[in-house]
């Protein structure tokens, strides 16, 4: 044992780091996804294979042999989407930071959500981050708008010609809307969930986005990110969990301020 730590270099060391951080960062990438099942099936193929070699079943053998040998093109095929979403992961850069939303912009999205639930009326609102949404605007109406409770609700109204799909705010602004988004194939979704919540739910698997959805059956807000949809029962949790996820810098203000200050009519000096 002595020689065998006396033996190691620093490159075996960073070498373990650098591969145990791979691993961790993969169970992240994967957990609660169907990638997790399919990952525990090719494991058990794998100990029957190595079963039946011990114990020379020669055709259970030849046979598990020729799936195995194509067994990196069937993992880049079934987990596309996760081997996607982790690639866009790591093309991130720890020095680019996330758009944070000035707080007024979010208490216009904040204001627009309570009031599209109470009158069931059904939203799907996508806040632009580090990923680009570039494939997922071209699908939709370039309005390039200012960001405006008012102008949301127009969207989604029942009547509008730009109510089906999702609106995309990007810096700020309502850049398009009518935009078209993929539908999650996760099938763990609740069955209460409707096409709202799997678009909203497959672009979170890809982007970083966070996204709103409004339900018009139950009144119900939710936020999804990452993968996971977050419903909440009042504008209040709905504002705080804004406000975690977008921590504005250079605005003293509490964001649950500047929405009610929004609200009520007043300016956000005062």
């Not at 060391?13 to 169907?34: C, E, F, K, M």
């Not at 007024?104 to 959500?113: F, K, M, N, T, W």
């Not at 975690?244 to 929405?259: A, S, Y």
């Amino acid at each position: 044992m002595p020689d065998i730590i006396s033996s190691l270099r620093w490159q075996d060391i960073a070498d373990i780091l650098i591969v145990s951080y791979i691993i961790y960062r993969a169970i992240l990438l994967i957990q609660g996804t169907r990638a997790v099942q399919m990952l525990a099936g090719i494991i058990v193929i794998s100990v029957i294979y190595f079963i039946s070699s011990q114990l020379n079943l020669l055709t259970l053998h030849w046979l598990l042999q020729t799936f195995l040998s194509s067994i990196l093109l069937i993992i880049i095929i079934v987990f596309q989407r996760d081997i996607r979403r982790a690639l866009t992961q790591m093309g991130k850069t720890p020095f680019k930071k996330s758009h944070d939303m000035a707080a007024h912009d979010l208490g216009e999205v904040i204001s627009a959500a309570v009031y599209m639930a109470r009158r069931r009326i059904g939203a799907l609102i996508i806040i632009e981050r580090d990923n680009g949404l570039r494939d997922y605007i071209e699908s939709g109406f370039v309005l390039d708008a200012n960001l405006l409770h008012e102008l949301l609700v127009a969207i989604f109204f029942p009547m509008s010609p730009m109510h089906d799909g999702g609106v995309i705010i990007r810096h700020g602004r309502i850049h398009s809307a009518g935009c078209l988004l993929p539908l999650s194939k996760n099938p763990t979704i609740a069955k209460r969930y409707g096409t709202r919540h799997r678009a909203a739910l497959g672009l979170s698997e890809e982007t970083d986005a966070v996204i709103l959805v409004v339900s018009e059956e139950t009144q119900e807000i939710s936020i999804v990110q990452n993968g996971k949809i977050t419903p909440l029962s009042d504008e209040e949790k709905l504002t705080s969990e804004l406000q975690q996820i977008f921590r504005n810098r250079g605005n003293n203000t509490p964001l649950w301020k500047n929405w009610i200050n929004r609200k009520n009519g007043l300016s956000e000096e005062g």
